[in-house]
């Protein structure tokens, strides 16, 4: 009965000793999720109201004007950026895939797929700068025709517990087209037209995917603090278990104690 109760008691300590760690690490997500929150809700709407009016304007240029990065070609070719380590994204075609993230580039070089780690290892220090890299090497791939398709496939963050799966066009630019009986969209360029297309439309995309970046960023810290806290919470219900089970074998072996004290009194008596 002894060992029984040390047994119990062992156990009772090392669940503490856990929950003390996944409340810790629950804390520390939390405060990071704090902050990715932050930073994907201000780039949000930014980078929403660029990307339309970036469709706007493509789909409103004349036909005489060359788009090489709003060429739309049949997608045999086809290259995923992924920021998730969703190991089930999948496309028609001959695809490559470019992971932003090592757990992703794990997962899906384990499953079979054409990965790329060049950029695998961009959360280990977020920044525009190092995912700008990332968005115009795939500009420059598809300009020189090795992808005739580019997407984005990415967690976007709702809230701490909801994170949905969205695979987002990246190139070619999506074209927005006039509704019958609509006015054309009427724009005054300056400087001139190409100019300022030839620089608009990168800048807009290393914004498109910096946001799924950020979006990936929450999305991962979310979905830890949940994790952290159900861990915690499955915790105190094993602590309580444990304790009723000690508080039973304590008992168990008082009464026990007693059973022989009373029958040693009345042996002795006899």
Do not use: C
């Amino acid at each position: 009965m002894a060992g029984q109760l040390k047994e119990v008691r062992n156990r009772i300590k090392s669940v503490q000793s856990t929950q003390q760690i996944t409340k810790a690490m629950k804390m520390v997500s939390a405060a990071k999720l704090r902050r990715a929150q932050d930073a994907i809700t201000q780039m949000r709407p930014y980078a929403q109201k660029l990307q339309d009016m970036l469709a706007n304007i493509v789909g409103s240029l004349e036909g005489g004007m060359q788009l090489a990065l709003a060429e739309e070609r049949a997608p045999e070719k086809i290259l995923l950026i992924v920021v998730t380590s969703d190991p089930n994204a999948a496309a028609k075609g001959q695809v490559t895939i470019w992971n932003i993230g090592k757990k992703g580039w794990e997962s899906l070089t384990k499953a079979g797929y054409k990965t790329n780690d060049q950029f695998k290892d961009i959360y280990l220090n977020l920044n525009f700068e190092a995912v700008q890299a990332a968005a115009q090497a795939a500009m420059q791939a598809f300009e020189a025709k090795e992808f005739d398709a580019v997407e984005i496939i990415y967690s976007e963050f709702k809230n701490a517990a909801t994170q949905v799966f969205t695979a987002e066009p990246f190139l070619p630019i999506r074209k927005v087209a006039a509704k019958a009986g609509s006015k054309k969209a009427d724009f005054i360029f300056e400087p001139a037209k190409e100019t300022l297309v030839a620089e608009l439309m990168p800048k807009i995309l290393n914004t498109q995917l910096f946001k799924a970046v950020l979006d990936g960023s929450a999305s991962e810290h979310g979905a830890r603090m949940t994790a952290m806290d159900k861990a915690s919470e499955n915790a105190n219900e094993l602590l309580k278990s444990l304790k009723i089970s000690y508080n039973r074998a304590r008992q168990a072996a008082i009464t026990t104690e007693l059973t022989e004290i009373v029958s040693g009194a009345a042996a002795l008596q006899g």
